[in-house]
């Protein structure tokens, strides 16, 4: 999933849990409980010939991404006054670093660890049904949204 969803989850464990250790971990297990749901976003820059356009395409969705993740932990933080700061620190490292770190080690080609991209890999595909971003998209804002609703 994007980190946007990632980040929703994020925002709810920060009410739920004051601890950011704990938030953490409970980030980490909410980013592969959501990447397990069938999410749309496998064939998003396929449509780019080659693996450097692809690349870049990528690059820009990811910025996009950041910044509404961003934006979404403000409209929180300034919506929301029962959470624990230091877990919601700690929730939304937990939350994306699973994304960072597949994009870490597929980049510097830290080749001791692809076993680690295969995993990641496997739990998005967990069900074997891909279907196109032009569901996924607005799937995963619903997905955002309901979170979003549930935390404030
Ligand atoms: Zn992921």
């Known amino acids: 999933m994007f980190l946007t969803p990632h980040t ?4 709810w464990i920060s009410t739920k849990v004051t601890d950011p250790v704990l938030a953490f971990f409970l980030g980490v297990i909410s980013h592969f409980i959501l990447d397990f749901i069938p999410h749309g976003d496998e064939d998003i820059g396929t449509h780019k010939k080659t693996k450097r356009g692809r690349f870049i395409y990528m690059m820009k969705v990811a910025t996009v991404d950041f910044i509404l993740s961003v934006a979404l932990i403000y409209f929180f933080v300034t919506r929301q006054h029962e959470y624990s700061r230091p877990a919601l620190a700690g929730a939304v490292i937990g939350a ?10 597929e980049n510097f080609k830290m080749t001791s660890l692809y076993w680690y991209i295969v995993w990641h890999g496997k739990i998005h595909n967990a069900f074997g049904w891909r279907y ?21």
């Open 8 to 11: 929703s989850a994020a925002l």
């Open 96 to 105: 994306w670093i699973p994304d960072l770190a597949w994009i870490a080690i």
């Open 132 to 152: 196109s971003p032009v569901y996924g998209v607005p799937f995963q804002i619903i997905v955002t949204l309901i979170i979003v609703r549930i935390s404030l």
